[in-house]
């Protein structure tokens, strides 16, 4: 009976073996292999982002940060992580919770290194020192952060980087992201963040059973980022921000013949230092919920009716409809009835008789109540789609918003009415349901002033690697083209002239020759919306602006100023080109 125990017994232990040694071999030695070999990841740095003319706008600051990996803690003493967390969390006055947390977040392997405290402060580090002593296993390792010199002023355009998310990790963990890492969250961090981020390099190092480094057996150096080159000149950007004051609205700069953003705007703002360094919950709480919502890039994400700028686009159809020709005159007596509506100008008395030119340099509401009926919603609608509004211009900024250009049918199908004459005479001086963005407005101006021809609006300029080689450049792109005849827009931009020469916008005459059109756009919450758009000088324009202030009242009294401001700075630094006012 004996004979037949240890025979089964020996038939256990071979079975058992062979099961170990056969079919979990290959289970055992990555185990093995992991226990011996470590992978240290060293990360690329991220590219600096800098203005046109080398000004950097975004740069890396060094931080230090503590890492362990997860196996050397039982064989040092510690039974459970959770058991090191807690000594951990004491020793840095950092809540047990937190800590916990980012363990979680960024654990990866029980072979792989997780940073387990970041941002430490080189107080922070000395204060550990005593501590770190005692404790082999962990590794204070050097990382860095973005650092935003100009804090608020480039907010909008730059964006900012945080630590990524478990969804964008779970979106994005394909592509060498690991919990803990940074990523760009907004703007051009985010637009460009493949070329920002670089590829990290690896250390492969051989350790001894306490987890000790005996040699490195392989390594691959990190490719750091590219480098950004914006088009935006930062001194042009601080003149915009300082022009719009405490004003709630926005302001963009491009050059007409390229698409280049020279300035963008928005107010208020924010610091995105907050979000790279960690933002408390009461400080996101006071963003998000901030009735101005500084976060909002008005650029590019407001959709508001854009007032009597819209002029210019009914007038470009009448023209090319054959509507209207330049000479023809039309009485304003300061009120038009239609049905039994009156629709008033905004000039108490009226504008007496006025021809094309001066209608658009007085912007007089009855001149194009007239033109717009006679043109139609219709002709409006496909018009205004032709101007680029109501369409994405694909600049190279996150959530660009569309706008919208309402129809007739749109009307009947979604409110269940049918279109009014009253909705053609609103629509006619960019009111009624019409709501267009900043951007949109600025590639429009650009394509009057250029005779044609949308360029895609562009922040960006080139990469360059850290020799300062260009990788790639980002060439003007064309996505429209206004496809009118150019003594149509030729007689637009007359009357664009006339209105800075002797018109809403004469407080823009200066030094240099330019053209524009006021705005003043009725808001329901509160005061119109003021709004100015332009190009200079008129002959070869160089520039084009496009100022909103949100509740600012007359276009004329408000939004001109502060364009004539950005304007003058423009030509001190870059030259008044053709002529003067």
Same mark, same amino acid.
Request: with cysteine; charged share 25%; net charge neutral.
């Given at each position: 009976?004996?004979?037949?125990?240890?025979? =089964?017994?020996?038939?256990?232990?071979?079975?058992?073996?062979?099961?170990?040694?056969?079919?979990? +071999?290959?289970?055992?030695?990555?185990? #093995?292999?992991?226990?011996?070999?470590?992978? %240290?990841?060293?990360?690329? #740095?991220?590219?600096?982002?800098?203005?046109?003319?080398?000004?950097?706008?975004?740069?890396?600051?060094?931080?230090?940060?503590?890492? /362990?990996?997860?196996?050397?803690?039982?064989?040092?003493?510690?039974?459970?992580?959770?058991?090191?967390?807690? *000594?951990?969390?004491?020793?840095?006055?950092?809540?047990?919770?937190?800590?916990?947390?980012?363990?979680?977040?960024?654990?990866?392997?029980?072979?792989?290194?997780?940073?387990?405290?970041?941002?430490?402060?080189?107080?922070?580090?000395?204060?550990?020192?005593?501590?770190?002593?005692?404790?082999?296993?962990?590794? =204070?390792?050097?990382?860095?952060?973005?650092?935003?010199?100009?804090?608020? =002023?480039?907010? %909008?355009?730059?964006?900012?980087?945080?630590?990524?998310? +478990?969804?964008?990790?779970?979106?994005?963990?394909?592509?060498?992201?690991?919990?803990?890492?940074?990523?760009?969250? !907004?703007?051009? +961090?985010?637009?460009? *963040?493949?070329?920002?981020?670089?590829?990290?390099?690896?250390?492969?190092?051989?350790?001894?059973?306490?987890?000790?480094?005996?040699?490195?057996?392989? *390594?691959?150096?990190?490719?750091?980022?590219?480098?950004?080159?914006?088009?935006?000149?930062? %001194?042009?950007?601080?003149?915009?921000?300082?022009?719009?004051?405490?004003?709630?609205?926005?302001?963009?700069?491009?050059?007409?013949?390229?698409?280049?953003?020279?300035?963008?705007?928005?107010?208020?703002?924010?610091?995105?230092?907050?979000?790279?360094?960690?933002?408390?919950?009461?400080?996101?709480?006071?963003?998000?919920?901030?009735?101005?919502?500084?976060?909002?890039?008005?650029?590019?994400?407001?959709? !508001?009716?854009? &007032?009597?700028?819209?002029?210019?686009?009914?007038? !470009? &159809?009448?023209?090319?409809?054959?509507?209207?020709?330049?000479?023809?005159?039309? @009485?304003?007596? $300061?009120?038009?009835?239609?049905?039994?509506?009156?629709?008033?100008?905004?000039?108490?008395?009226?504008?007496?008789?006025?021809?094309?030119?001066?209608?658009?340099?007085?912007?007089?509401?009855?001149?194009?109540?007239?033109?717009?009926?006679? @043109?139609?919603?219709?002709?409006?609608?496909?018009?205004?789609?032709?101007?680029?509004?109501?369409?994405?211009?694909?600049?190279?900024?996150?959530?660009?918003?569309?706008? /919208?250009?309402?129809?007739?049918?749109?009307?009947?199908?979604?409110?269940?009415?049918?279109?009014?004459?009253?909705?053609?005479?609103?629509?006619?001086?960019?009111?009624?349901?019409?709501?267009?963005?900043?951007?949109?407005?600025?590639?429009?101006?650009?394509?009057?002033?250029? $005779?044609?021809?949308?360029?895609?609006?562009?922040?960006?300029? !080139? @990469?360059?690697?850290?020799?300062?080689?260009?990788?790639?450049?980002?060439?003007?792109?064309?996505?429209?083209?206004?496809?009118?005849?150019?003594?149509?827009?030729?007689?637009?931009?007359?009357?664009?002239? @006339? #209105?800075?020469?002797?018109?809403?916008?004469?407080?823009?005459?200066? *030094?240099?020759?330019?053209?524009?059109?006021? $705005?003043?756009?009725?808001?329901?919450?509160?005061?119109?919306?003021?709004? /100015?758009?332009?190009?200079?000088?008129?002959?070869?324009?160089?520039?084009?602006?496009?100022?909103?202030?949100?509740? &600012? &009242?007359?276009?004329?009294?408000?939004?001109?100023?502060?364009?004539?401001?950005?304007?003058?700075?423009?030509?001190?630094?870059?030259?008044?080109?053709?002529?003067?006012?």
């Amino acid at each position: 009976m004996l004979m037949i125990a240890y025979a =089964l017994l020996f038939v256990i232990l071979l079975g058992r073996l062979w099961y170990i040694q056969v079919f979990m +071999e290959e289970r055992y030695k990555v185990a #093995a292999q992991e226990n011996r070999i470590r992978i %240290h990841r060293v990360k690329a #740095a991220r590219g600096f982002i800098y203005d046109r003319g080398g000004s950097p706008l975004a740069i890396n600051l060094p931080t230090f940060g503590l890492s /362990f990996v997860p196996a050397s803690l039982l064989r040092n003493g510690y039974p459970s992580v959770e058991d090191f967390l807690r *000594e951990l969390s004491m020793e840095v006055s950092i809540p047990y919770d937190e800590v916990c947390r980012n363990y979680k977040r960024r654990f990866y392997s029980n072979y792989w290194p997780v940073m387990i405290l970041d941002n430490l402060t080189l107080v922070q580090v000395v204060d550990l020192r005593n501590w770190l002593s005692s404790k082999p296993f962990l590794s =204070l390792e050097v990382d860095s952060r973005r650092f935003y010199p100009w804090g608020d =002023l480039f907010a %909008h355009i730059l964006g900012y980087t945080a630590e990524i998310s +478990e969804r964008e990790l779970k979106l994005y963990g394909n592509r060498g992201y690991r919990g803990g890492d940074q990523i760009g969250k !907004l703007g051009v +961090e985010r637009v460009y *963040e493949d070329y920002l981020k670089g590829l990290d390099g690896y250390r492969e190092i051989e350790v001894d059973a306490l987890g000790r480094e005996v040699s490195v057996l392989k *390594e691959s150096p990190p490719v750091n980022g590219f480098s950004l080159v914006l088009n935006i000149d930062r %001194h042009l950007q601080k003149v915009a921000y300082d022009a719009l004051g405490e004003n709630r609205g926005c302001v963009v700069v491009m050059d007409p013949k390229d698409g280049s953003v020279l300035a963008l705007v928005s107010k208020p703002s924010f610091d995105p230092n907050t979000f790279v360094w960690g933002i408390d919950s009461w400080e996101w709480r006071d963003l998000v919920g901030n009735p101005d919502r500084p976060m909002f890039n008005r650029a590019v994400q407001a959709e !508001l009716p854009p &007032g009597s700028l819209f002029k210019v686009v009914v007038a !470009l &159809g009448a023209l090319s409809e054959g509507v209207v020709s330049p000479s023809r005159r039309v @009485l304003c007596t $300061g009120s038009l009835t239609v049905g039994n509506r009156e629709f008033k100008c905004w000039r108490e008395g009226g504008h007496g008789v006025v021809d094309l030119y001066q209608a658009i340099a007085q912007s007089c509401n009855i001149y194009f109540y007239t033109v717009g009926r006679e @043109l139609g919603v219709g002709k409006i609608s496909s018009y205004a789609k032709r101007c680029g509004l109501g369409i994405k211009t694909g600049v190279d900024l996150d959530s660009e918003a569309e706008g /919208f250009i309402p129809t007739a049918e749109w009307k009947k199908k979604k409110i269940g009415e049918p279109w009014y004459p009253g909705d053609t005479i609103n629509f006619s001086i960019g009111q009624s349901y019409l709501l267009v963005t900043p951007i949109q407005l600025a590639s429009l101006v650009s394509a009057i002033a250029n $005779g044609g021809t949308f360029y895609r609006p562009k922040v960006a300029q !080139l @990469l360059q690697d850290e020799d300062g080689n260009i990788i790639e450049r980002f060439n003007p792109e064309v996505y429209w083209e206004l496809s009118l005849p150019k003594s149509v827009i030729d007689e637009v931009r007359k009357g664009m002239r @006339l #209105a800075v020469s002797d018109g809403t916008a004469r407080a823009l005459s200066g *030094e240099f020759k330019a053209a524009g059109k006021t $705005g003043s756009a009725q808001n329901p919450r509160g005061k119109e919306h003021a709004w /100015f758009m332009g190009f200079a000088p008129y002959d070869d324009p160089k520039v084009t602006i496009v100022v909103l202030v949100e509740e &600012g &009242g007359m276009g004329g009294g408000v939004a001109v100023p502060i364009a004539k401001k950005i304007l003058d700075f423009f030509f001190r630094r870059y030259g008044y080109g053709s002529g003067k006012a």
